[in-house]
């Protein structure tokens, strides 16, 4: 069995709960396609990353970001309710470009095997 420190399962119970709240219980709709990747907390527990990617064109992504930010009071007071540790944490929204790097990546790696096997089928 693993050992987890006690800000990394505060930080995964956080993301859970997050996920659920934005899923289940807020309703702007310019926030319905997030989908939670990471949340990384502060070792004095008073500011929470919160790392999320979306299914949304780009175009929409300042959109997705201001529903977040408006919204971050009422998740707060919700997370409240639902966790229960000393000090409640800032909640801080940051578009996670991994997923977009990782895609991309995948993508050049896909293309250069594709040149490397119609060079080979060439010879």
């Given at each position: 069995?693993?050992n987890?420190?006690?800000?990394?399962?505060v930080?995964?119970q956080i993301?859970?709960?997050?996920?659920?709240?934005?899923q289940?219980?807020l309703?702007?709709?310019?926030?319905?396609?997030?989908t939670?990747?990471d949340?990384?907390?502060?070792?004095?527990?008073?500011?929470?990353?919160?790392?999320?990617?979306?299914?949304?064109?780009?175009?929409h992504?300042?959109?997705?970001?201001e529903?977040?930010?408006?919204?971050s009071?009422f998740l707060?007071?919700?997370?409240?309710?639902?966790?229960?540790?000393?000090?409640l944490?800032?909640?801080h929204?940051?578009?996670?470009?991994?997923?977009?790097r990782g895609?991309?990546?995948?993508?050049?790696?896909?293309q250069a095997v594709?040149?490397?096997?119609?060079?080979?089928?060439?010879?």
């Amino acid at each position: 069995m693993k050992n987890y420190s006690r800000a990394s399962r505060v930080a995964e119970q956080i993301r859970r709960e997050l996920a659920e709240l934005i899923q289940l219980e807020l309703k702007d709709p310019r926030v319905s396609l997030v989908t939670l990747t990471d949340v990384e907390i502060s070792p004095d527990y008073t500011h929470a990353k919160i790392f999320y990617t979306s299914l949304a064109e780009p175009e929409h992504l300042a959109d997705i970001a201001e529903g977040l930010v408006r919204a971050s009071g009422f998740l707060r007071r919700e997370l409240g309710k639902r966790i229960s540790i000393h000090h409640l944490p800032e909640l801080h929204f940051v578009y996670d470009t991994s997923v977009e790097r990782g895609t991309h990546l995948s993508q050049l790696i896909d293309q250069a095997v594709h040149s490397s096997d119609s060079s080979e089928s060439k010879e």
